[in-house]
């Protein structure tokens, strides 16, 4: 009997409840898929890839709306608000 590869990270092994078959699910991904998947794939890594967005969550003086109800002027540079 040949022996199996361990599945990468974030990956398990289920069955389906309908059809019986097994199929893979990655955690990190929330996708499946019915072919077990292979290291160094797709959707392997351990970590998504990141999406920075601070200088969205800061307000800054280049906003599109450069005030809010809690402050009048907004002092921040966009780079300052990037670094947070």
């Not at 077990?36 to 307000?59: T, W």
Request: hydrophobic share 25%.
């Amino acid at each position: 009997m040949a022996e199996v590869e361990p599945l990468p990270s974030g990956w398990e092994k289920r069955m389906s409840r309908k059809s019986g078959r097994i199929y893979f699910f990655n955690h990190i991904t929330n996708r499946s898929q019915w072919e077990r998947p292979k290291a160094g794939g797709s959707y392997n890594s351990v970590e998504p890839d990141k999406v920075r967005c601070s200088h969205l969550l800061v307000k800054h003086n280049q906003s599109r709306r450069p005030s809010s109800w809690r402050q009048e002027e907004i002092f921040w540079k966009r780079p300052d608000a990037e670094d947070i």
